[in-house]
Every structure is written in structure tokens, then in C-alpha cells.
């Protein structure tokens, strides 16, 4: 896939800048304009759990909109907005529900989201579970980006860290800690306990989009092969294969081959950037996890909700004072 074609249409009223294109780097403005797509997409696949045959289908929507996840195929079509508010723990998964608009395994559609910087669009699902393609978010990347970016007239809410944060133990950890330069930078440390057939390792990435496409969004949910076996022991998953994810063995992926060395902690980086993307604001700071997981991440997107909340008017107040002042 070639560069990720940011702008395609911009809209009225937008900033004089707004107009650049993508050109490897962060952003040169320190707070940017909210974004939607420019065209509907669709995505189609079978849930993990469920197995169920599911259609995403994924609309532009107005500035102020967020993320907001429709059950299509309910009578009263119920919706739930993807913040942290409605995170519910699950195993192995995160879970978003709001009434009757219940979700499963949003985190992998969450990351592809705000690595593309999309932060307003509505899309209806029309079942619970969301699909899971090949484990990753190569499948949501793809058809969204050739949708196409529209620049809205309105600035996205940015929480620019200033402190360290941490949660979890010594065992398992995930942390916020102030950018360098401006940057939204996430790592994960894998390091499992002894028995186990996958290597301590370790991946960081300074998020662009351009960046995320090429070496985050292609990195698949792995199992190892004694939970493939619990799992399907247990009658669950029945009809997933050794080709819809990594099944690891001693001797590498079962039938199956790595697209990284490191894929596994490639992974573990895209469920971070999915998780904490329930924020709801652009994350300017560093985040790391050492052996942590969804519950850990969700932790950290409250903590994060909860400063951004605190914080509301300095970056929109800014905003406006600059556009005035050009
Ligand atoms: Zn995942």
C-alpha cells in the first residue's frame, strides 16, 4: 500500500495550513483540525467468538461526533459512543456497551481509527461482535484509508501529557510519561513466563499514520498453541483456522508463518493505541506497557479520560485566539 493520502477534501472554513499533505513526520501543528472519511467504507468478516458473518459499515459524520458504534441490526438501531466510559472488562478482548449497544472486540477497528487521525464517523454493525479478518488491522486500514480524509472546521481535542503516570505491579505495567518533542509514542515489553514458546521482545513506534499502516496495522492476535487448544477444547471458536491468527508453537506459527520477528509485540502495541484511543482525545506523550494487557489499558484510558476532562478549554481557547489572531 503507497503513502496514506491525508486531505483529501478539505472543508470550509478550515485552518490556512490544513492543506498539507502528509510527508512522514508528526504533524507541524501542534494541535490539528478534527477529521472525518470522505466517503463511506465497508467491512466485512466473521467475528472470532461468535463466528458470525458481520458488516461494519463506516460513514463520515459531523465535527463533535467522536466515534459512534450503531447496532444495525436491532429494531431501535441503539448506539454507543467508543469512550472509556462504557469499556467493559472481557478476556482476551475489549468490550464497549451502552444500553442495549453492545460490542466485542473493538480495539483492533479503535487503533486503525486514530492512527488515521479519524475522530468523527458512525459505524453500524450488524451484529455484537466486530470482525476479526486476520487478526489484525490491516482489513479497517486498507478500506479506510481509500476512503479518504476530510479536515473538518474545528480543532481535536489534544491531552498533552505533563507527568508520569503508572498503573499495574512490578509483574505488569503500563505508563504515561511527557513526549520529547511533541510526539505520540507507544512501546510494549513482552516478556511472558518461562513456559512459553514466545520470545521476550519488544516494539516502539512513533505514530504517523503512514507509519502505523506499514508496521503496526499488519500484526495479527496470536494464541499460544496450549490456549488454541483449551480454547477449542472448550468448544469455542470452533471455526477459526491456524491462518486467521498466530498459533504459536515451539517451532513458530502453526501452518502459519510471521510477518515481523517481533509481530507478537507489534500487537501487543496495536491493542494499546486501540484501547487508550478510548480517551477519546489525541494523545501527545509516551505510553508503554511492560506485560500489560486490555484491563491495564483500559485503566490507563480512564486515568487519561479523567485528565483531559480536567483540562477542557486550554487547547480549544488557544485555538481560537490564534484564529483570530490570523
Ligand atoms: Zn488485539
Keep these: 500500500m503507497g503513502v496514506y493520502h491525508r486531505y483529501t477534501t478539505i472543508d470550509r472554513g478550515s485552518r490556512k495550513d490544513a492543506g498539507t499533505t502528509w510527508q512522514g513526520g508528526r504533524s507541524v501543528n501542534p494541535s490539528r483540525n478534527q477529521h472525518t472519511i470522505a466517503v463511506s467504507c465497508e467491512i466485512r468478516g466473521r467475528g472470532y467468538w461468535s463466528g458470525r458473518e458481520v458488516e461494519v459499515m463506516i460513514h463520515p459524520a459531523p465535527v463533535g461526533t467522536g466515534v459512534r458504534l450503531v447496532r444495525s441490526d436491532l429494531p431501535s438501531q441503539p448506539h454507543c459512543d467508543a469512550v472509556v466510559r462504557y469499556r467493559h472488562d472481557a478476556n482476551l478482548r475489549t468490550n464497549l456497551a451502552q444500553g442495549k449497544a453492545t460490542f466485542q472486540m473493538v480495539e483492533h477497528l479503535m487503533a486503525a481509527l486514530a492512527a488515521l487521525e479519524i475522530d468523527n464517523c458512525v459505524c453500524e ?16 486500514v486498507e478500506q479506510l484509508s481509500s476512503a479518504g480524509l476530510i479536515v473538518q472546521a474545528a480543532p481535536m481535542k489534544q491531552l498533552v501529557i505533563r507527568d508520569r503516570y503508572r498503573i499495574g505491579t512490578m509483574d505488569g505495567w503500563v505508563e504515561a510519561t511527557p513526549a520529547h518533542a511533541g510526539e505520540s509514542y507507544f512501546e510494549y515489553q513482552l516478556s511472558f513466563d518461562d513456559e512459553t514458546p514466545i520470545a521476550p521482545q519488544a516494539f516502539g513506534i512513533e505514530l504517523t499514520p503512514d507509519r502505523f499502516i506499514r508496521e503496526v496495522a499488519p500484526a495479527r492476535t496470536f494464541v499460544t498453541k496450549a490456549q488454541a487448544d483449551q480454547i477449542r477444547a472448550s468448544g469455542l471458536a470452533s471455526h477459526v483456522t491456524n491462518q486467521d491468527l498466530l498459533v504459536i ?18 500487537h501487543k502495541t496495536l491493542d494499546l493505541i486501540g484501547d487508550l484511543a478510548l480517551a477519546g482525545v489525541e494523545l501527545i506523550g509516551r505510553f508503554t506497557s511492560f506485560r500489560g494487557g486490555h484491563n491495564l489499558n483500559g485503566k490507563l484510558a480512564h486515568q487519561l479520560a479523567e485528565l483531559a476532562a480536567r483540562e477542557p478549554a486550554e487547547t480549544h481557547s488557544t485555538f481560537q485566539q490564534r484564529r483570530k489572531a490570523s
Design 125 to 140: 454493525i450488524n451484529a455484537e461482535e466486530l470482525p476479526a479478518l486476520d487478526g489484525s488491522s490491516l482489513g479497517f
Design 249 to 266: 508453537g515451539y517451532d513458530g506459527p502453526v501452518e502459519n508463518q510471521y510477518r515481523f520477528k517481533n509481530e507478537c509485540a507489534r
